[in-house]
Nanobody, 124 residues
Framework: QVQLVESGGGLVQAGGSLRMSCAAS????????MGWFRQAPGKEREFVAA????????AYGDSVKGRFIISRDNSKNTVYLQMNSLKPEDTAVYYC?????????????????WGQGTQVTVSS
């Protein structure tokens, strides 16, 4: 069983930055692919970013490429999402997710464990 707890969301002005964290339980964190997804009201859950076990492979959704950076610290069982140049359309609930497989995938159904979500609101 894996438990994920997100933190770091909040309210920010357009153009600003936020750094979110996701702390994971479990002794084998360094064997999990970790991902971030987001969901705005009335919309489907959207892929944001994912990172491989070692951190050597990352993937990003088209809407955040060049602005968001995913990273992880296996010694702290934590994955991070640095969000820069935020836009009002980035407003959503952001979820951390994990999968106990090697491939970095981008579909919500590929992830078996989810955090409770944290709200990010970007004002214009």
């Amino acid at each position: 069983q894996v438990q994920l707890v997100e933190s770091g969301g909040g309210l920010v002005q357009a153009g600003g930055s936020l750094r979110m964290s996701c702390a994971a339980s479990g002794r084998t964190f360094n064997r999990y692919v970790m991902g971030w997804f987001r969901q705005a009201p009335g919309k489907e859950r959207e892929f944001v970013a994912a990172i491989s076990w070692s951190g050597s492979t990352t993937a990003y959704g088209d809407s955040v490429k060049g602005r968001f950076i995913i990273s992880r610290d296996n010694s702290k069982n934590t994955v991070y999402l640095q969000m820069n140049s935020l836009k009002p359309e980035d407003t959503a609930v952001y979820y951390c997710a994990s999968r106990i497989m090697a491939l970095v995938l981008t579909t919500p159904d590929d992830y078996g464990y989810w955090g409770q979500g944290t709200q990010v609101t970007v004002s214009s």
